[in-house]
């Protein structure tokens, strides 16, 4: 199985400045299998973006995605106020499908 | 725009079984996805339970395999999971998902709202 570390479990910034969110694969994904995911409390986990780096359908430009092998980054380039939630990243390279424990961007 | 929905008791006894229900609705289950069953609880995060095809194929977490039953209903647009010998470790929100085979990687593009699953007698 793959495990799959996101760093770090919190990080305080405030708005308008950039987060830089880790996820770090325990064997080597392919950039194709490697998903980003927003949630919000009380919702479902939100698809932002997959293949590594392309953004899903209505996802503002502001949300990007790098990476390839074992470590992979999501950005978000200027924080609004709605962006303060918690982030997984998941992969689907290998069964079965895993997720991060997840990061929480909250407010400094 | 495929909807998911989540529908099943909301409460469950210890040693028994747990069974629940996703209406796909906006889209055919037919409709070359993945769809899939991920529970999520404060302690183990969001946890990929299995997942089944329209050809009735299914792929379970090997964590849970020998519990999980996950089956479609393509007369009535739906698919189901039946988790066995329950404990309270299994109490989490339960969420029914799709990944379409047109995206590449095979991502969670739509998801239910989730529904909560309490064991305890």
């Known amino acids: 199985e793959i495990v799959l570390t996101q760093s770090p479990g919190t990080l305080s910034l405030s708005p308008g400045e950039r987060a830089t969110l880790s996820c770090r694969a325990s064997q080597s994904v392919s950039s194709s299998h490697l998903a980003w995911y927003q949630q919000k409390p009380g919702q479902a986990p939100r698809l932002l973006i997959y293949e590594a780096s392309s953004r899903a359908t209505g996802i503002p430009d502001r949300f990007s995605g790098s990476g390839s092998g074992t470590d992979f980054t999501l950005t978000i380039s200027r924080l609004e106020p709605e962006d303060f939630v918690v982030y997984y990243c998941q992969q689907y390279f290998s069964s079965p499908r895993t997720f991060g424990q997840g990061t929480k961007v909250e407010v400094k | 725009q495929v909807q998911l929905q989540e529908s099943g008791p909301g409460l469950v006894q210890p040693s028994g079984t747990l069974s629940l229900t996703c209406a796909v609705s906006g889209g055919s289950i037919k409709s070359s996805s993945w769809w899939s069953w991920v529970r999520q609880s404060p302690g183990k995060g969001l946890e990929w339970i299995g997942e089944i095809y329209d050809t009735e194929i299914a792929n379970y977490n090997p964590s849970l395999k020998s519990r999980v039953t996950i089956s479609i209903d393509k007369s009535r647009n739906q698919f189901s999971l039946k988790l066995t010998s329950v404990t309270a470790a299994d109490s989490a929100v339960y969420y029914c998902?799709?990944?379409?085979?047109?995206?590449?990687?095979?991502?969670?593009?739509?998801w239910g709202q989730g529904t909560l699953v309490t064991v305890s007698s």
């Open positions: 998902a799709r990944a379409s085979t047109s995206v590449t990687g095979l991502p969670f593009d739509s």
